[in-house]
């Protein structure tokens, strides 16, 4: 099977280019030929040139578009809300559609925040809430990517493990701190299901090989307060969980967490917890 991989220089894309090209075809598409050396192939596209993007997928002609490439920063989406709909939504369904004229499947990676946090364990056919410009421009992304190629699958998840700049992961943040003594503040009333990275791939590459489309949740089994978040890791790690002082979010208390019953119908197993992902990460070692 031949991937194309968008966002290679990423923190998903890297490490799905990581992931699968041992045992697949990969095709990672980069802005600058160079920003991704783990992979074997690059193709060059912009996300802020449909003619790029047509480019890449007519010239690599991947069984599957996995799409990972994004404004991802929440803080540049609420700066400039859009650039991010032009990047996370336009975009998206552009690529989508070239995927749709080549007969290519199309994955759409999205987000847990597509919805408020407002209650939590939200299932895949709810309605959607986002309450930020990211989530907005997401959620607007998973519209544009259906219009464009029904047959889509769109992945909502939320991940943790080594990313190449070393920076991008709620996992490196607590390990670096810790690792250096520092006190760091961990939210106690914002819970999500993060998954390791490396579970988010496989689990995508189920999808795929199911040839299943709609929305899925690709995530952890149990919901986390990030600063209960830091305390595993401070376990199993052998760091000092003292070092963490809670602390709360402004604004209402936000539970992210997601359901994920037809992944767990398609595997028939429980996904991991997110103490067993924070183990396998320990395993791995960095990126
Ligand atoms: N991180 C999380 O916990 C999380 C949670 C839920 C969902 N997600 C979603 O997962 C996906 C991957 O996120 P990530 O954390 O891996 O993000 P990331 O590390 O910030 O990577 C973003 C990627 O998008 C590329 N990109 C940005 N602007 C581009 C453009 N104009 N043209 C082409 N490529 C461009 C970047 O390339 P350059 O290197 O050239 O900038 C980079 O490879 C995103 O869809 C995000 O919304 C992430």
Redesign the pocket.
């Given at each position: 099977m031949r991937w194309l991989i968008?966002?290679?220089?990423?923190?998903?894309?890297a490490n799905a280019v990581r992931a699968l090209q041992p045992r697949a075809e990969v095709v990672g598409m980069?802005?600058?030929a160079g920003?991704a050396p783990w992979c074997e192939r690059t193709a060059t596209?912009?996300?802020?040139s449909a003619e790029s993007l047509a480019g890449a997928v007519d010239e690599v002609r991947p069984d599957v578009v996995l799409h990972?490439?994004?404004?991802?920063?929440h803080r540049a989406c609420e700066q400039d809300p859009d650039l991010a709909h032009r990047?996370n939504a336009d975009a998206s369904g552009t690529l989508a559609g070239a995927a749709a004229s080549v007969g290519s499947r199309f994955v759409y990676?999205?987000?847990?925040a597509v919805f408020d946090g407002a209650r939590g364990w939200y299932a895949e056919d709810e309605p959607v809430s986002p309450t930020s410009a990211y989530g907005r421009s997401?959620a607007a992304g998973e519209k544009a990517v259906i219009a464009a190629h029904p047959s889509a699958v769109i992945a909502r998840?939320?991940?943790f493990g080594w990313?190449p700049s070393g920076d991008?992961s709620i996992l490196e943040f607590f390990t670096r701190e810790l690792s250096s003594g520092r006190r760091v503040p961990g939210y106690v009333n914002y819970v999500v299901t993060s998954l390791f990275v490396e579970d988010v791939i496989d689990s995508i590459e189920r999808i795929v090989e199911a040839e299943e489309h709609g929305v899925f949740h690709v995530v952890a089994r149990d919901g986390v307060a990030k600063a209960d978040f830091g305390r595993l890791v401070a376990a199993e790690f052998d760091l000092d969980a003292g070092l963490i002082d809670d602390v709360r979010v402004d604004g209402p208390d936000r539970d992210l967490s997601l359901r994920s019953d037809r992944l767990g119908h398609l595997t028939g197993t429980a996904m991991p917890s997110q103490a067993e992902g924070i183990a396998r990460a320990r395993e791995r070692g960095n990126f």
């Open positions: 968008t966002g290679a220089s990423g923190f998903l894309g980069v802005r600058d920003s596209g912009d996300l802020l990972c490439a994004a404004l991802a920063d990047l990676i999205s987000t847990d997401k998840t939320n991940f990313s991008r």
